[in-house]
């Protein structure tokens, strides 16, 4: 986008949230239009908002010249107040921080209600988080799940393993035993979809109980990075007690990968346009349950 709205280093209640109307230029025949932009959309007072994001109808514009359909990347907020205890969920791309302030009016509204914030800054990221908060999930357990689970398919089959894991759901099997689905990734094309047994979920929630009592301050992100270097810091911490020198190597993974040793999970290979859980913003993302 053309003059793209630049939130960088402010505070969310520094923010104007009316309706902006902003440029976008045409990545195919460079036409340029204006694009009506909604910055934030609160679920628990306008539901119908929800599949529009999920979807990515809310960011999509196509060009008045071409025709060309694409995603418009721009600051925007998702709020629900009322699933899980109610989360926030702050969008800025190409944001290069790890943490954004959060003040005034809003910060009133989140702290009240100890609302759960995440910084992201992909409508993947964002689309997850909420696939994750509705399913009542811990983003922070679930980047250890998806982290751990990566690093045990590597040392599995090398070739043919994703790269990244997107959670998109949740079911619950005959017999009552519950299934935690992610779409699989490999360089950034869908291969298919990793379903995984819940316990190792609650397995990792165990495992990682150190990890947890580390504070996320403001609208921080949960990402990859946030969970190895928690890893990281509570292998050191371990070791220092222990008296010995710091981790090498794999950031002490090791110490947490007995979560998730199990033969069960498998991936189903199929048309991303075909699978209702897909996070890819090629896709048209159903419920998500």
Avoid at 101 to 126: I, K
Avoid at 188 to 196: D, F, N, P
Wanted: with cysteine; hydrophobic share 30%.
């Amino acid at each position: 986008m053309e003059d793209k709205q630049d939130f960088s280093g402010q505070n969310l209640s520094e923010q104007d949230f009316s309706d902006i109307e902003d440029s976008v230029i045409c990545p195919v025949c460079g036409h340029e239009q204006v694009l009506h932009i909604i910055p934030s959309v609160n679920v628990t007072l306008d539901p119908e908002m929800r599949e529009k994001v999920l979807t990515g109808e809310i960011f999509l514009f196509t060009c008045e010249k071409c025709g060309f359909s694409g995603f418009a990347g721009y600051p925007f907020i998702y709020e629900d107040k009322e699933t899980e205890g109610g989360f926030l969920i702050y969008l800025e791309p190409d944001c290069e921080e790890r943490e954004v302030g959060v003040d005034g009016d809003v910060a009133d509204q989140v702290l009240l209600q100890n609302m759960t914030m995440r910084l992201v800054t992909t409508v993947n990221e964002l689309k997850e988080k909420i696939f994750a908060f509705e399913s009542g999930l811990d983003d922070r357990v679930l980047e250890l799940f998806k982290t751990l689970a990566l690093s045990k398919m590597e040392s599995d089959n090398a070739e043919q393993i994703p790269d990244e894991l997107r959670f998109t759901g949740m079911e619950e099997e005959e017999g009552g035993e519950r299934k935690v689905y992610f779409a699989a990734f490999k360089d950034e094309r869908y291969i298919g979809v990793l379903e995984l047994p819940y316990s190792l979920y609650q397995s990792c929630m165990i495992t990682g109980a150190p990890i947890w009592d580390y504070p996320i301050n403001e609208c921080g992100r949960v990402d990859r990075e946030w969970i190895i270097e928690r890893m990281k810091a509570d292998a050191e911490s371990r070791a220092a007690e222990e008296g010995e020198g710091g981790p090498e190597g794999s950031a002490g993974e090791e110490h947490y990968e007995g979560a998730l040793y199990t033969n069960e999970h498998k991936r189903d290979e199929h048309d991303c346009k075909e699978h209702d859980r897909c996070t890819c913003e090629d896709c048209s993302t159903k419920e998500g349950k």
